[in-house]
């Protein structure tokens, strides 16, 4: 809503009223004074009760001018010098409130008469009014004035009387006193000059000779016989009653648009739109419309046989042509255009109408104009700059920062902290958030905000500025285990590389990993940076072998221990299961010589009778394998008084195999060692999930 101020200098609705002749002004239009113009020379301009901003009276009118200059306008396919804009110069071919105007150039090479110096039965006033004028169009025809030509606006010099009978032609040469009179831009000879050759006017000089202007711009001292060949340059008067607008040369009418002065120059020609006198045409115009957005007019009636366009004309209260063009074929029924964005929101008039466009050889004209006052909404428009140290980008799904002429809700604007910065409070509100005029701008999180809602009028927030991030301590007391960092907490991550492009986090107390070196860091928070990492490193799982026992069968009830041997060292071993159940350390003994296990015969008696595993947890590994039990058979004969003996059914050697691995810790040590709750058998239960 960026103009808010309804300029109320001039009604354009009079203007057209006046102009088109067509219509009254439509209700509550204000009165303004009848001679107010344009303020802006624009491509296309509207007369105003006979003012076209644009078209000015002549301004060679000093003796020192060197060439005519002065506003000129395209009639009929010709081009035209203005004279007299409207008529009040007083000059003796001036007619008020109408256009005087000259040819430019010659038309034709001609005697003035056959038989006489009156202008009235002259050969060349015939000319001018039949053949000459049978070139313009009706509409071009309609628009002269039928000028009088007599002894009272025809200056001859002393003791002549012609024209001898008074005329009124559309369509005249100049007299003696008009190539005189400085107001018409001929303040010098050489503002008449120019030419060739000597050219007409239509004062005689007796009834033998008439005045002509020689090619230097004089007034030559001894006039023409009648039947002399001179050039022929027509003037005539133009009724401003039925010029409706004049276009600069150039100016494309076929879309409507804004409407500029890209074409206007000292040197411009203007095209005149002319106003038939058809009083058809019919339209419902609206009041209302949408920068942007369509406008739809319901053409009721047209004669499409005189028209080839319907078009629209939107002008402010300065009487300025704001846009102008086509906005539909010459058929009867619904047209649209879209209103420029660029149009500032105020109160204008519309105008719609039927226009026949001709191209440069005719002129264009149209038909009667319905009109009607006409708000232009430009809707909202909201944006958020986004400073260059503000440290703060535009998130990938985000729309634009600036949006324009919104009639509903806004697309969100996303913001985000750059890498290493946060949002702090933005608004010292409870829920981070502010709203205006129906726009909200919230702190989503310490590294996002948020711009969204309905706008009801223009809102534009100040740049947001994101801080740097804390910097935090380094981590202190983590240590390496197997495949595992010891002493990690949630707020740690890790990564084999410092320069690593993404860090896993870590868990509570232990973080299992891969063998190797690992770099860990505190996390990255909301306000604080992630601090400096340091190294921990990982040892590799190792998978221990048994040496003797493994897979062997036992009988219950037999008296005879069952003994296992395995690679691992006695002093990293943390616990023993059987069938994953902790086994009770009264149920067995420990030597060292790699790990040697004797369960003794009463734990055996207690297992059931089949296949059982037999797991045993190193701080550094796991070793496991499988045994069976089998149930002691029956006796049927009084068994010799000798203790029985129960052999190890296993495919193991019978002698026991032992690996010296240096290990002279006591066994009571180790026992101790077996709390049969460590974090490492916790860990190692895991591992030996996954085998």
Known sequence: ?????????????????????????????????????????????????????????????????????????????????????????????????????????????????????????????????????????????????????????????????????????????????????????????????????????????????????????????????????????????????????TTSQGTVKSDFALVGSNNVSADTVWQTTLINDDQSFDAVVPSYGQVTNEVTIDVTNIDSNSYNQVSAMLTDFDGNVVAYGKIGDSQPGQKTFTIPETIDEGDYELAIFGEQVNGSDTSDYVSNVVINDFHVDDGSNVGIAIASDSHVSLAANSAPTIQEYLFGPMEDIILNADSGYYFADIYSTEDQQITVDGVTLEKVSPSQVKISGTPTDDVFFDPIMAMEKLSQETPTDLEGGVEMIINSTTDMEYAATLDAEEWSACTEGLTFVDAGDWYVRYQETDTMKASDAVMVTATPYMDYEYTQGAKGEYTTGSGAAMKFVCKGPLKNLTDLFVDDMYVDKDAFTLESGSTIITFNADYISSLTAGEHTLDLAYTDGWASTTFTVLSAPVVTEEPEDKTPVVENLSNETKEETTVDTGDSTSVAGYMAMMTLSGSGALYLLKKKETL
């Open 1 to 245: 809503m960026r103009n808010k101020i309804v300029k109320k200098a001039f009604a354009a609705g009079l203007s057209f009223a006046t102009v088109f002749g067509m219509v009254p002004a439509i209700s509550g239009t204000a009165s303004v004074d009848a001679m107010a113009a344009p303020q802006v020379v624009n491509d296309i301009n509207l007369n105003i009760d006979g003012n076209i901003h644009g078209i000015e009276n002549p301004t060679s009118i000093d003796s020192s001018t060197t060439a005519w200059s002065g506003s000129k306008i395209s009639y009929a396919g010709r081009e035209w010098y203005v004279l007299d804009a409207n008529g009040y110069l007083g000059g003796s071919s001036s007619s008020q409130g109408d256009m005087l105007l000259l040819s430019s150039k010659e038309v034709a090479h001609m005697t003035f008469d056959s038989e006489s110096s009156d202008w009235s039965t002259s050969d060349i006033r015939n000319y001018l009014n039949v053949d000459f004028l049978a070139g313009f169009s009706s509409i071009e025809q309609g628009a002269l004035v039928n000028t009088e030509i007599s002894g009272s606006n025809t200056y001859a010099g002393e003791g002549t009387t012609f024209p001898s009978v008074t005329t009124y032609d559309k369509v005249f040469l100049l007299d003696l006193n008009d190539v005189q009179t400085n107001d018409y831009g001929f303040g010098s000879t050489s503002t008449l000059a120019n030419y060739s050759y000597y050219w007409w006017l239509r004062s005689p000089e007796n009834n033998l000779y008439v005045w002509e202007v020689d090619p230097g711009g004089t007034v030559s001292t001894f006039p023409a016989p009648w039947d002399s060949n001179e050039l022929v340059r027509p003037a005539m008067n133009l009724d401003l009653d039925l010029v409706a607008f």
